[in-house]
């Protein structure tokens, strides 16, 4: 059996190759078509399945989940993908910080998983199943650099040389990677960054120098690109001042309580999940999303193979130049406190806001106070979506979509599993 490396570089385009000389060596470029919506989970799911969302039930980076009436973003569940036939099926693997980690049928992985304390506390580490020692070899993994106000570099840095660690002493068959970095400043810019592209491709560099030397095929994949956005979809609160949308107030702030509202959207990006509880108002719900400045669309789940379980009663979709925000409360001095934190498990939608600072001095006032032992919330995320400049979730032009570099690539995201084992059966 050949041996295999795919380096997942998110947000990387066509139009960007000029500027990673060492990616932009690995073979053919092909632009290839994400499902909907083009966000993390879907993309690698269908990746890792060679199916769509409406078999392999990844509906988005999160969903309603009805039996218990919750909103979820970002589980690691592997048993959330509604398949048993994944890529690395009897093929010996290393997985590192691709999404579904946890409990994957996998030789060697690790994913980032924060200790939780009874008191509320939080301490960053990754779970490390490597055999590598990496946070002894490499030092603590840079959580903070890995999303939130100062994600950048340090994070991919850090996953670059733990994959060539676990590479080299492993020789997996083999191996998925993750490089976040371009996914920060293209969502707080609203142009590329010639430098982020080079940075990253220093980082992939260190890659593929030892999937060359453990004689394996390195292949670089992105999951979606991410194009220039200027106006900002209040979905949930069109909702709520429809009368369909339903929150509980309290002593810190409103909540949204889905299950027992007559709709709500599930946003995620570019691409919004409209559930509606209530079917006799379906029709006036679509309507009036319809007419929301930002969308273009609303459709039925069918029409974008999003028909599952999971999925809302409609799918919307906003125009290119703009993007859902998860915001449902009217008045900011109402905003949950979790509003203004990064907390990325508790919101009922994505944020990209986490990525902005409202003060660097309130953050080191903060910090102060939790070293003094003194209880304390991280609340510098500024409530301002018209911050945000860049997003994803739809299917831009193929130049700005994701693409695939190797030996004869595929077309079609779906097509990656057979393509992958073809190569390691070759």
């Not at 030397?213 to 991410?226: F, H, K, N, Q, T």
Request: net charge negative; hydrophobic share 40%.
């Amino acid at each position: 059996m050949s041996r295999v490396c795919i380096i997942n570089v998110v947000g990387l385009t066509p139009e960007l190759l000029e500027h990673a000389p060492n990616l932009r060596r690995l073979g053919l470029a092909q632009p290839w078509n994400a499902p909907y919506p083009a966000v993390t989970c879907t993309s690698q799911a269908t990746m890792l399945t060679g199916k769509l969302p409406n078999q392999h039930g990844i509906v988005g980076n999160g969903w309603y989940f009805r039996d218990t009436a919750e909103v979820r973003f970002w589980q690691q569940a592997n048993s959330l993908i509604q398949s048993d036939d994944l890529l690395y099926r009897g093929i010996e693997t290393a997985k590192l910080f691709w999404w579904f980690n946890q409990h994957a049928p996998v030789q060697w992985s690790v994913t980032p998983k924060p200790y939780y304390g009874c008191d509320g506390s939080k301490v960053f580490d990754v779970l490390d199943k490597t055999d590598c020692y990496l946070t002894q070899s490499l030092g603590p993994f840079p959580f903070f650099s890995f999303w939130g106000p100062n994600a950048g570099l340090p994070a991919s840095e850090w996953i670059a040389k733990s994959t060539a660690l676990v590479m080299e002493k492993n020789m997996p068959h083999l191996t998925l990677t993750y490089l976040p970095h371009l996914d920060y400043d293209f969502q707080r810019l609203s142009h590329p960054s010639p430098d982020r592209v080079a940075e990253v491709d220093r980082c992939a560099a260190i890659v593929i120098e030892a999937a060359h030397r453990i004689d394996a095929i390195p292949i670089a994949v992105s999951e979606y690109g991410l194009v220039p956005v200027n106006h900002s979809i209040s979905i949930n609160r069109a909702l709520r001042e429809a009368g369909y949308l339903a929150v509980r107030n309290g002593p810190f702030g409103e909540t949204m309580l889905p299950g027992d509202s007559k709709a709500f959207a599930v946003v995620d990006h570019q691409v919004a999940h409209l559930y509606v509880q209530d079917p006799s108002v379906s029709r006036e719900v679509k309507a009036l999303i319809e007419h929301l400045d930002g969308v273009d669309q609303v459709v039925a789940p069918a029409e974008l193979s999003l028909d599952h379980s999971r999925s809302g009663e409609w799918i919307v979709l906003a125009k290119e130049n703009a993007w859902f925000n998860y915001y449902y409360w009217l008045d900011d001095k109402n905003a949950p406190d979790f509003a203004r934190t990064v907390d990325i498990h508790r919101k009922p939608g994505y944020d990209p806001v986490e990525l902005f600072m409202t003060s660097k001095l309130r953050a080191a006032g903060r910090l102060m106070q939790k070293k003094l032992g003194m209880r304390y919330k991280m609340d510098v995320i500024p409530l301002d979506p018209g911050l945000v400049q860049g997003s994803h979730g739809l299917r831009p032009s193929p130049n700005h979509g994701p693409l695939i570099i190797g030996p004869n690539p595929p077309t079609e995201m779906v097509q990656f599993k057979d393509y992958v084992r073809e190569l390691l059966n070759a």
